[in-house]
């Protein structure tokens, strides 16, 4: 799994991934404050372009994305078979009521969810866990124990991946694989936690042993910038979140829902 | 703190003065009223059974045996005078996994990491990363990847980064136990020209002896509870207590704990053959082609090869648990015994009494609470009458001496009563074949012989044996033929995909 | 055996009780993360066939869903310090963003942020000192709520009100029955396997 390597140099992985992740909130919250098709699909146009533009466009429809993909549709399916009933009544069965307001809010779920995941999605792909780890303790000034601890257990995914595999296989080979799929992977999951808990105490005695944690102000051995290039990077999203509002309220479709 | 040479620091004194150590939860201590001293610049080689705490012993002198919740310490244990806990930085800790002590993604951000514990300013930390990356031969760019760096490799990065921090006590507890040979000799020789150049005082755990042998002046042999057994010289204690330590389950150089008898003549029966075998532990992503290869009923096939090389993937093909990338694996009529196909089509349940699977690390065999219950589980899956089951139990129980231990949790024994378990409970389900993926690694020479013995034991019952291994003595001593695996020529990092040759009859 | 000890042990007092251990910190983190991956084996498995039924459900999606809710719950059991259930919680969001993960990077942490706020909530009612079933169940079931809140407001927000209702309680149950059971069997499982015995959890169910 690539979170347990270096990335390779994708576009924008110098910058501050504090910047990055900034950058999504502005839209995220206009696309959460109203539910209507405009603001979403404009959105998503703007963000097709915006990662067109610096090089992020191959990502937009890599597999990386796939569960975006499915899952909007899906969310969207939910909205139409459940959403709040208005307007004319094309199919009922049950609870299932699905009408011409509960088709729009389907419709509307569906670009939110890929209007707000799309952007997110592709920006953590750019982000390489250390420098977040160094932005949020740097530029954030989070405490630093917490942040480095996390970053460390982090280590510890690729070897997890491989212990679950062998893991199946080892279950296999003691002829328990053949039924009972779920208290199976319960086992499973069990021993993968035995395992990691065990490397996660090694690793905290390593960590120890070279005196983290020990009461000393610790030093950087890397700076985290944050300069213009951060600073336009959050512009960027504040412009996008302005052009989606915009264009909802211009045609009227505007809806903040919790007001409705 | 030290002037700004290259590597060193002032090498540090160790002394333990009456020292104990209760773990939390433990009635009875690891370590207890031990009296010590280790003098600057000494390197000392320290041995003694499992359960002689001296892991715990050298913890304490790293002072990460943690705060008094976390248990009871007695008498006084210093560096230069202080509390070892108060003494962060003075010494450093190689601990035995590598894969447990990187800490961070870049090669030169784990190094650095102890530096920025300590408030090293920034401009003197990339320096001493250099010159420590330097000092234990580690040729990467700072930016490289941790995670693509062999065993060998990351142990001597923890070396580095112990190494940055210039410490005036170097401490390793079983710092080559899960390297194959190569590795071990990388590390060693990083070892041996780190404690050159910074003269600090070193203390290794580690029971293969001959390994550390060159490089120290002192061993000190631990008892039970950390009674100081015996303290000198390495010749002379190596002689004076060789009885001891043998028991002990210390490997004494150029000594093999045992030799298997020769097989009898005529007893071999073909039970699995591989045509051009193609393998792969991801599929599509093959590491290793074209193996030809039989494994006999009778025989104790031996596979080796350098790591990465696709050793154990082969050997999970081979046991029915991957799906072949290509050729073909054959199963004769004595293994299949009904069963349709190549094994890998096995239903999981058909596979117990075929062909049994040990895997390099037991935890990830064991699914049961106790190790009464984890014997129990593949005879219960076969439906055996309760009465055979635990006929077979008890007779597992006995010859493997895991009787007093029924009860207990198979994830608490200590590592060769894991090693036990895991054959045990392969051999539970009487398989023709056995699979064993490097079944002597990190063994003290104890739980090696009595390995050896076993394997041999089965091949005389007529089982087919294959097992992976480093271990030039145990191929020596126990195998019949041996499978040689190769890089194709040209590679030194890791393989696309290697060969196999040089099968060849002892 | 029973673990009935309400306190933490006898020693351990006052402001030091609460302090984090590196080695806390440390697992905390190991668990987030190795959650994090069974998450994701899980959904490699399931998520092909389950996604299209849950869609047709009406909000019964919600009950599966506290699969997601075991992080906070299990490492607060493990940790038993304050801040353990958001911080675990919080790493093991983090750790799903990083991997991808369908909702987003943001507001996967956001999300991770309120469902580990819930369990967090409800221990700290119990003043950090009782550790036992109900309240496991308890912190289960508020992780529940938490995350169905979000979620109804975030994602399903023009959901009629069969739809929320049930969508909530499955969440509860489903957070009680998941996050809470499981979380509290598995501590017992992982005190028993010796794998706490740095930790008060692991020490009180082995002296017993």
């Known amino acids: 799994m690539s979170i347990a390597s270096v990335r390779p140099g994708l576009p924008l992985a110098a910058v501050n991934p504090v910047a990055k992740v900034a950058a999504t909130v502005p839209l995220s919250i206009v696309l959460v404050l109203t539910?209507?098709?405009?603001?979403?699909?404009?959105?998503?146009?703007?963000?097709?372009?915006?990662?067109?533009?610096?090089?992020?466009?191959?990502?937009?429809?890599?597999?990386?994305?796939?569960?975006?993909?499915?899952?909007?549709?899906?969310?969207?399916?939910?909205?139409?078979?459940?959403?709040?009933?208005?307007?004319?009544?094309?199919?009922?069965?049950?609870?299932?009521?699905?009408?011409?307001?509960?088709?729009?809010?389907?419709?509307?779920?569906?670009?939110?969810?890929?209007?707000?995941?799309?952007?997110?999605?592709?920006?953590?792909?750019?982000?390489?866990?250390t420098d977040l780890a160094d932005g949020l303790a740097q530029t954030l000034h989070l405490p630093s124990r917490f942040v480095l601890g996390a970053l460390a257990g982090l280590r510890l995914v690729g070897s997890s991946v491989d212990d679950w595999r062998t893991l199946r296989l080892a279950r296999r080979a003691r002829g328990v694989a053949d039924h009972g799929i779920v208290r199976r992977g319960l086992g499973q999951a069990f021993a993968l936690l035995v395992l990691a808990i065990r490397r996660g105490s090694t690793l905290a005695t390593a960590m120890e042993a070279r005196g983290f944690g020990a009461p000393v102000d610790r030093t950087w051995a890397r700076t985290a910038r944050f300069g213009a290039v951060e600073w336009s990077v959050i512009a960027v999203g504040c412009l996008v979140a302005a052009i989606a509002a915009t264009a909802a309220i211009l045609a009227g479709t505007w809806n903040v829902v919790w007001a409705a | 703190m030290a002037p700004h040479e290259a590597l060193g620091a002032r090498a540090a004194a160790v002394s333990a003065q009456g020292w104990g150590w209760r773990h939390g939860g433990r009635r009875t201590p690891a370590v207890h009223d031990l009296d010590l001293e280790i003098a600057p610049g000494e390197r000392v080689l320290l041995l003694g059974a499992s359960g002689s705490g001296k892991s715990t012993l050298l913890h304490g002198m790293?002072?990460?045996?943690?705060?008094?919740?976390?248990?009871?310490?007695?008498?006084?244990?210093?560096?230069?005078?202080?509390?070892?806990?108060?003494?962060?930085?003075?010494?450093?800790?190689?601990?035995?996994?590598?894969?447990?002590?990187?800490?961070?993604?870049?090669?030169?951000?784990?190094?650095?990491?102890?530096?920025?514990?300590?408030?090293?300013?920034?401009?003197?930390?990339?320096?001493r990363v250099d010159a420590a990356l330097d000092a234990v031969g580690l040729d990467l760019p700072r930016d490289h990847s941790t995670a693509e760096l062999s065993g060998g490799q990351r142990q001597r990065l923890a070396l580095a980064g112990v190494l940055a921090m210039r410490p005036g006590l170097i401490l390793l507890d079983e710092p080559t136990a899960n390297l194959d040979p190569a590795g071990v000799l990388e590390v060693r020789d990083a070892v041996a020209r780190v404690a050159e150049e910074s003269g600090a005082t070193f203390v290794v755990i580690e029971h293969r002896v001959s390994t550390w042998l060159p490089l120290v002046d002192r061993v000190i042999v631990l008892g039970t509870g950390g009674a100081l057994i015996a303290d000198g010289a390495p010749g002379d204690v190596l002689d004076a207590r060789a009885a001891e330590l043998r028991a002990a389950g210390v490997w004494l150089p150029s000594e093999v704990p045992w030799?298997?008898?020769?097989?009898?003549?005529?007893?071999?029966?073909?039970?699995?053959?591989?045509?051009?075998?193609?393998?792969?532990?991801?599929?599509?992503?093959?590491?290793?082609?074209?193996?030809?290869?039989?494994?006999?009923?009778?025989?104790?096939?031996?596979?080796?090869?350098?790591?990465?090389?696709?050793?154990?993937?082969?050997?999970?093909?081979?046991?029915?648990?991957?799906?072949?990338?290509?050729?073909?694996?054959?199963?004769?009529?004595?293994?299949?015994?009904?069963?349709?196909?190549?094994?890998?089509?096995?239903?999981?349940?058909?596979?117990?009494?075929?062909?049994?699977?040990?895997?390099?690390?037991?935890?990830?065999?064991?699914?049961?609470?106790?190790?009464?219950?984890?014997?129990?589980?593949?005879?219960?899956?076969?439906?055996?009458?309760?009465?055979?089951?635990?006929?077979?139990?008890?007779?597992?129980?006995?010859?493997?001496?895991?009787?007093?231990?029924?009860?207990?949790?198979?994830?608490?024994l200590s590592g060769g009563e894991k090693r036990r378990l895991s054959v045990a409970t392969a051999l539970a389900t009487r398989p023709r074949m056995l699979v064993l993926d490097e079944p002597t690694f990190g063994q003290d020479a104890n739980t090696w012989r009595e390995l050896a013995r076993l394997i041999v034991a089965l091949r005389d019952d007529g089982v087919g044996v294959v097992a992976v291994t480093h271990d030039e003595a145990f191929v020596d001593a126990v195998a019949d033929r041996r499978l040689e695996l190769h890089r194709p020529a040209g590679d030194e990092r890791v393989a696309p995909a290697g060969t196999a040759s040089g099968e060849a009859r002892r | 055996?029973?673990?009935?000890?309400?306190?933490?042990?006898?020693?351990?007092?006052?402001?030091?009780?609460?302090?984090?251990?590196?080695?806390?910190?440390?697992?905390?983190?190991?668990?987030?993360?190795?959650?994090?991956?069974?998450?994701?084996?899980?959904?490699?498995?399931?998520?092909?066939?389950?996604?299209p039924i849950e869609a047709l459900l009406p909000g019964l999606q919600a009950a599966p869903a506290a699969v997601w809710l075991v992080a906070g719950v299990l490492g607060a059991l493990i940790i038993r310090k304050p801040g353990a259930a958001l911080y675990t919680e919080l790493v093991a969001a983090i750790v799903s963003a990083l991997i991808g993960s369908q909702w987003g990077g943001l507001l996967t942490i956001e999300a991770g942020l309120v469902q580990g706020l819930g369990a967090e909530l409800l221990f700290a009612l119990f003043l950090y000192r009782?550790?036992?079933?109900?309240?496991?169940?308890?912190?289960?079931?508020?992780?529940?709520?938490?995350?169905?809140?979000?979620?109804?407001?975030?994602?399903?927000?023009?959901?009629?009100?069969?739809?929320?209702?049930?969508?909530?309680?499955?969440?509860?149950?489903?957070?009680?029955?998941?996050?809470?059971?499981l979380s509290w069997l598995a501590v017992r499982g992982l005190a028993r396997a010796g794998a706490l015995d740095r930790f008060a959890a692991g020490r009180e169910l082995r002296a017993a």
């Open chain 3, 1 to 51: 055996m029973h673990a009935t000890v309400t306190s933490s042990e006898s020693t351990a007092t006052g402001s030091r009780r609460f302090r984090w251990r590196v080695v806390d910190i440390v697992v905390a983190s190991v668990v987030g993360v190795a959650v994090g991956v069974i998450f994701w084996a899980w959904g490699v498995v399931w998520g092909p066939i389950s996604a």
């Open chain 2, 259 to 412: 030799h298997a008898p020769a097989p009898g003549a005529a007893s071999r029966h073909p039970l699995l053959t591989a045509d051009r075998l193609d393998v792969a532990r991801v599929p599509g992503v093959p590491v290793l082609r074209g193996v030809d290869v039989q494994v006999d009923g009778g025989g104790i096939l031996a596979v080796t090869g350098p790591n990465g090389v696709g050793k154990s993937t082969l050997a999970l093909t081979l046991a029915g648990l991957l799906r072949p990338e290509g050729g073909r694996l054959i199963a004769g009529p004595e293994l299949a015994k009904g069963a349709h196909g190549e094994p890998w089509r096995w239903r999981s349940r058909e596979l117990l009494t075929r062909i049994g699977t040990v895997f390099q690390s037991p935890e990830h065999q064991f699914l049961a609470g106790s190790v009464r219950a984890e014997l129990e589980v593949g005879p219960r899956a076969l439906k055996l009458p309760a009465a055979e089951v635990d006929a077979r139990t008890e007779a597992l129980l006995h010859s493997l001496r895991l009787d007093r231990l029924e009860g207990v949790n198979p994830f608490t």
């Open chain 3, 130 to 181: 009782n550790w036992r079933l109900p309240v496991a169940l308890l912190a289960g079931a508020a992780a529940g709520l938490g995350m169905a809140i979000n979620d109804l407001i975030l994602w399903y927000v023009g959901a009629a009100p069969t739809f929320a209702i049930v969508y909530v309680i499955s969440a509860i149950v489903g957070g009680a029955l998941i996050a809470g059971g």
């Open chain 2, 62 to 127: 790293a002072g990460v045996l943690g705060g008094d919740d976390e248990g009871d310490a007695t008498g006084r244990l210093l560096i230069d005078g202080r509390p070892a806990a108060a003494t962060r930085g003075r010494s450093g800790l190689v601990l035995q996994d590598p894969d447990a002590q990187v800490v961070m993604a870049r090669v030169g951000d784990d190094v650095a990491f102890g530096l920025e514990n300590l408030g090293i300013p920034r401009e003197e930390i990339w320096p």
């Open chain 1, 35 to 129: 539910l209507d098709p405009v603001s979403a699909a404009v959105a998503i146009a703007c963000e097709l372009l915006v990662f067109a533009l610096v090089g992020l466009g191959p990502l937009v429809w890599s597999p990386r994305t796939l569960p975006i993909w499915i899952a909007a549709p899906l969310t969207g399916l939910s909205m139409v078979l459940y959403g709040a009933p208005s307007g004319e009544t094309y199919w009922q069965f049950g609870v299932i009521h699905v009408t011409e307001g509960s088709l729009l809010i389907g419709l509307a779920t569906m670009t939110r969810v890929i209007a707000i995941a799309l952007p997110a999605v592709v920006l953590f792909l750019t982000i390489d866990p």
